[in-house]
Nanobody, 121 residues
């Protein structure tokens, strides 16, 4: 099982970007999915998450500007980022809690590689 994050880039303040995260490999169920980010010299922080049924929550600094969504039929997740600010500059990571084998009693978290978002002011 692998997660692939994409869509990062350089954008001017006030602009928009959409990040995507794709789960590949054989899985039984993709449960909780989320986006984290890590700015230089700072700890990785949770910015948005979404349940399998589509309930989303956001960190206060991105609320109203970012929208998380997922497509369960394709095992993908997106993060639409609008009104970007310089302080949004960071490496963005996706994570998913995945139940690989129905015979297993537990699921595990899988992380994608980071995708860099740089917002110029």
């Amino acid at each position: 099982v692998q997660l692939q994050a994409s869509g990062g880039g350089l954008v001017q303040a006030g602009g928009s970007l959409t990040l995507s995260c794709t789960v590949s490999g054989s899985v039984f169920s993709v449960n909780f999915m989320a986006w984290y980010r890590q700015a230089p010299g700072k700890q990785r922080e949770l910015i948005a998450d979404i349940t399998r049924t589509g309930t989303a929550t956001y960190e206060d600094s991105v609320k109203g500007r970012f929208t998380i969504s997922r497509d369960n039929s394709k095992n993908t997740m997106s993060l639409q980022m609008n009104s970007l600010k310089a302080e949004d500059t960071a490496a963005y990571y996706c994570v998913a809690n995945i139940w690989v084998d129905p015979a297993d009693s537990t699921s595990n978290d899988y992380w994608g590689q980071g995708t860099q978002v740089t917002v110029s002011s």
